[in-house]
Nanobody, 123 residues
Framework: QVQLVESGGGLVQPGGSLSLSCAAS????????MAWYRQAPGKERELVAS???????TYADSVKGRFTISRDNAKNTVYLQMNSLKPEDTAVYYC?????????????????WGQGTLVTVSS
């Protein structure tokens, strides 16, 4: 099957930096968009950033200029570099991939999610 495994979360002081990564594995024919979402306590899940197959990024207004999303298509991996972190960035961060399952030929579309990684910004 398909798995998305995230890594890189943790505790950081305000103004600090963290880098997240998410690797997709399994029977993947092609990955389309990849994205990072986050969910803070008591709030709905929100889109943080997304990146197309060709590398075009989009960002939520709240993270523009501070976060950078990138991907390595050869490794089926998406990254999120987070700089100038603020307490309001505290959340569980989820990786998302819109992909086509299959090996030799496509067998279906899947919207896959990682298990989430906690980012805590606090002094």
């Amino acid at each position: 099957q398909v798995q998305l495994v995230e890594s890189g979360g943790g505790l950081v002081q305000p103004g600090g930096s963290l880098s997240l990564s998410c690797a997709a594995s399994g029977r993947i024919f092609r990955i389309n968009n990849m994205a990072w979402y986050r969910q803070a306590p008591g709030k709905e899940r929100e889109l943080v950033a997304s990146i197309s197959t060709g590398g075009t990024p989009t960002y939520a207004d709240s993270v523009k200029g501070r976060f950078t999303i990138s991907r390595d298509n050869a490794k089926n991996t998406v990254y999120l570099q987070m700089n100038s972190l603020k307490p309001e960035d505290t959340a569980v961060y989820y990786c998302n991939a819109n992909l086509i399952r299959g090996t030799t030929w496509p067998v279906g579309v899947l919207d896959a999610w990682g298990q989430g990684t906690l980012v805590t910004v606090s002094s």
